[in-house]
């Protein structure tokens, strides 16, 4: 038995199509392999009994999803909670998971570590048990980990280069700033959902200074050299969004390839901060348009994807039971490198396509069999 954990109820659907889409596919695909699916929130699990409430999917009846009360005693449960749901059901959220585990579940898709962790991860050199058959493609940006007021001070006196002044926790690109030095002690500063406010301005150093300290009272940073991304003839930066997922032989594939093109003038590619997207998952003309719009080949997305899928190994050695990912890759104009800056294991769904969801849930429930089969040994 499946149970996946999201944040909403098929009550909530009708406003929240690509949640509904998504589980559809899942629980289509856990048919063909073999399994039950039962979709659940945390409030539904009852920490006493061992129980949830829940919803199966009911073909037979159009399609439609119809209450179950089921034990999670030795069942595989696949944490599917976006940071919203997170943030509104913190406790009821960890409440379920220990439940879960009580139960015997074996809970897949935890939550990454922060940033600074992943960055230790993805920075150290090739382990021994790396394949020396194949080369590390991996390249992070230099970046300075759990920074103080002092320590950027420093930082931004001895660079020339626009720095990103990043929380260890957060995505969508929030509270986020670029920083480029102007000399003078001063600061070309931008930032599109610095806590609830676009920033786009000029500071002299004790504002910025006094902003740090501030961010820096709300939670831990890091401070990352901008990447000088590839651009659009119209002077859009590019990065991509390589989106992976585990099988029935526990092996990474790509689900998806996402181009994320950011607006005119703005630093961030995230859809939800305002850029635009185009799927290069399937290698069409129109693929090979985009590529060449920026300078590209299919040999360079392919180097891009090499360095996501080996970014994805990396992690999943340290965190086993990772089974989804979206990993961030970024190509610099002035070098031609491709460097890992992000990696997310709640990729969303609003940049795929229908096919492409559908793909990433077959494979989430070949993991969950694989997990399952595993368990059994």
Not at 102 to 130: Q, T
């Amino acid at each position: 038995m499946l149970f996946v954990l999201t944040g909403r109820g098929p009550a909530a659907y009708h406003r929240l199509r690509r949640r509904e889409l998504t589980f559809r596919h899942l629980a289509r695909a856990c048919k063909d392999v073999g399994m039950d699916m039962v979709l659940t929130t945390p409030v539904n699990v009852d920490a006493r009994s061992g129980k949830c409430k829940g919803w199966t999917l009911c073909e037979e009846q159009g399609a439609t999803w119809t209450p179950k009360l089921i034990s999670l005693e030795h069942g595989i449960l696949y944490d599917a909670m976006y940071l919203s749901d997170l943030k509104a059901q913190r406790r009821a959220y960890h409440r379920a998971i220990a439940c879960a585990k009580r139960s015997g579940c074996l809970v897949f898709n935890p939550k990454l570590p922060p940033k600074d962790e992943l960055h230790r991860l993805l920075a150290e050199v090739s382990r021994a048990d790396d394949r020396p058959s194949e080369p590390l493609h991996i390249a992070v940006p230099v970046s300075h980990l759990h920074v103080d007021v002092n320590q950027m001070k420093h930082l931004l006196h001895n660079t020339s280069r626009p720095m990103w002044f990043k929380p260890v926790y957060g995505s969508g690109g929030r509270n986020m700033l670029l920083i480029a030095p102007l000399g003078r002690e001063k600061y070309r500063v931008r930032g599109a959902r610095f806590f609830d406010a676009d920033v786009s301005a000029q500071w002299s150093e004790r504002e910025l200074l006094k902003q740090v300290q501030k961010a820096l009272q709300r939670r831990e940073y890091l401070l990352q050299e901008d990447v000088d991304l590839i651009q659009t003839a119209d002077g859009r930066r590019v990065d991509f969004r390589v989106t992976l997922a585990r099988g029935s032989d526990g092996l990474w594939s790509v689900a998806a390839i996402t181009a994320r093109y950011a607006r005119p003038g703005n630093m961030l590619t995230n859809f939800h901060a305002g850029g635009s997207i185009r799927s290069l998952t399937a290698f069409e003309e129109s693929t090979a348009h985009a590529l060449t719009e920026v300078g590209l080949t299919r040999r360079d997305l392919e180097r891009i994807t090499l360095c996501a899928i080996q970014a994805a190994q990396k992690i999943s050695r340290e965190y086993p039971l990772v089974g989804l990912l979206g990993i961030d890759v970024g190509v610099s104009a002035s070098e031609g490198r491709a460097y890992v800056y992000d990696c997310n294991s709640r990729p969303g769904r609003d940049i795929l396509t229908d096919c492409e969801i559908e793909e990433t849930m077959r494979q989430v429930a070949k993991f969950a069999r694989f997990l399952q089969e595993q368990a059994k040994n």
